[in-house]
C-alpha cells in the first residue's frame, strides 16, 4: 500500500493570488513581515520526533506534472512516504494562480512552486511560510517559433503567445528575449491559454512565438516549428519547483514535513539510479511508451541539466536570482530577507532520516 492520496482542485478563484493570499491570511492571523524563523524546527526541536510506527500526515499542493513525473512523483510510486511513516496527501491543483491561495487559506501544509508569490507576499503581508527544500528547481522552458524565424533576434516587433502578463511564460519569455537584445516592448504578447494551447498556437500560425515547456521540443521539427533557446541554457537560474510550508504547519507537524522531506529524497534519488523506471512512470503519466522521444527527451534534460537535486536542497543562488528579477520587474516594492524565508533544518533532518 502506498500512503500517497491525490484530491483535485479545479474550482476557479475569482480573485487574484496576491490579494487572495493577503485575505486568507489575514483571516488566519498570518504575518508575512515576520523576519524570526518559527521556534519550532524538526532537526533542533527537543523530543519532537514521533515513535516510528506512528503514521503522521501531511498535505502538499502540486500542478499536474507530465513528462517529468518520473521524478516528481517516484516516491509515492516506490512507497517511501509510507516507509518514513508519513501519509501524503497530494492536493493536484489546475492553475497555478490557485496553489498560493490554498497555502495562505491552510488547505495545504507546503506546496510545490516557485517562490516568486512568497517573497512578494512579505512585502504585501499575509503569508508565514518558509521554503524548505525543492523538488526540481531547474525550470525547462522553451521559446518555440515559426519556420521563418531563426533566432532569438528576429523575435523584435513579433506576437509572443504567454498565458497572462504577469505570469510564468510571460515572464521567462521577457527574461530570456531581453538577454538576446530584443526590446520586450517592441513585443505584443498573446494571451494564448495553457502550455500546449501556446505550442499550438505556433504550429497553426496564430502567434509568432510561444513560451512553453521544453515537453515539445521533440515535436517541434515535425510541426514546423523552431525552438529558439531553452530557458536551462538562457536563465539557468531561475527556480522552478521549491517546497514552501506554512510555519505554523511546520510548528505543529515539523516532524511529519521532515519525513516528506525523506521520502521525497528516496524518490529523486531512485529516479536518477533507475531511469527506465522514471520514463516508464512519465510515460504512464503521458499515456505513451516510455520510448517516445518526448519521454526520454525530458528525462535527459533533466539529467544532464541537472534540473533535479537528489537532496531536495535549496539553491540560494536561484532564490537570489529570482528576488532580482522580480525586483526590476517592479514586483517587489521594498526590501525582503531572503535567510528569513529558508529553514533548511528540516531538510537537514531528512538527509539524517535517509542515510540511517
Not at 52 to 60: A, G, H, K
Not at 116 to 140: E, R
Request: net charge negative; with cysteine.
Amino acid at each position: 500500500m502506498k500512503l500517497s492520496r491525490f484530491r483535485t482542485i479545479t474550482t476557479a478563484l475569482t480573485v487574484t493570488m496576491l490579494a487572495t493570499v493577503a485575505a486568507a491570511c489575514s483571516a488566519g492571523g498570518g504575518n508575512a513581515g515576520a523576519e524570526d524563523p518559527p521556534e519550532t524546527s524538526a532537526a533542533t526541536e527537543e523530543g519532537s520526533e514521533a515513535a516510528p510506527e506512528e503514521m503522521l500526515t501531511w498535505t502538499v499542493g502540486v500542478m499536474p506534472c507530465s513528462t517529468d513525473c518520473g521524478f516528481l512523483r517516484m516516491a509515492q510510486e516506490q512507497g517511501f512516504y509510507e516507509k518514513h511513516g508519513v501519509d501524503v496527501e497530494f492536493v493536484e491543483l489546475q492553475s497555478a494562480s490557485q496553489i498560493y491561495p490554498a497555502l495562505a487559506a491552510g488547505e495545504v501544509d507546503a506546496i510545490e512552486q516557485s517562490p516568486g508569490g512568497l517573497f512578494i507576499a512579505q512585502v504585501t503581508g499575509g503569508l508565514d511560510a518558509s521554503v524548505i527544500g525543492s523538488s526540481m528547481d531547474g525550470m525547462p522552458y522553451a521559446i518555440y517559433a515559426k519556420s521563418e524565424l531563426e533566432s532569438m533576434e528576429d523575435l523584435e516587433g513579433k506576437t509572443m503567445a504567454i498565458s497572462s502578463p504577469t505570469g510564468l511564460p510571460a515572464l521567462v519569455a521577457q527574461l530570456m528575449v531581453e538577454d538576446a537584445g530584443v526590446d520586450w516592448a517592441s513585443m505584443s504578447p498573446v494571451n494564448a491559454g495553457g502550455n500546449a494551447d501556446r505550442y499550438r498556437a505556433v504550429v497553426a500560425g496564430t502567434a509568432d512565438a510561444a513560451s512553453s515547456p521544453a515537453d515539445y521540443v521533440p515535436q517541434a521539427e515535425t510541426d514546423g516549428v523552431n525552438v529558439l533557446a531553452l530557458s536551462t541554457d538562457v536563465i539557468p537560474d531561475y527556480p522552478r519547483y521549491m517546497i514552501i510550508a506554512r510555519n505554523d504547519s511546520l510548528a505543529e507537524n515539523g516532524e511529519a514535513a521532515t519525513r516528506y522531506l525523506a521520502g521525497l529524497i528516496e524518490g529523486l534519488r531512485y529516479a536518477y539510479d533507475n531511469p527506465d523506471e522514471a520514463k516508464q512512470l512519465a510515460a504512464d503519466a503521458m499515456s505513451t511508451t516510455p520510448d517516445d522521444e518526448i519521454v526520454t527527451y525530458m528525462h535527459d534534460l533533466i539529467v544532464e541539466k541537472e534540473l533535479v537535486d537528489p537532496d531536495a536542497g535549496i539553491d540560494m543562488a536561484k532564490l537570489e536570482f529570482q528576488e532580482e528579477v522580480l525586483r526590476d520587474a517592479g514586483e517587489l516594492t521594498a526590501d525582503i530577507d531572503l535567510d528569513a524565508l529558508v529553514d533548511d533544518s528540516y531538510q537537514q533532518a531528512a538527509l539524517e532520516m535517509v542515510e540511517q
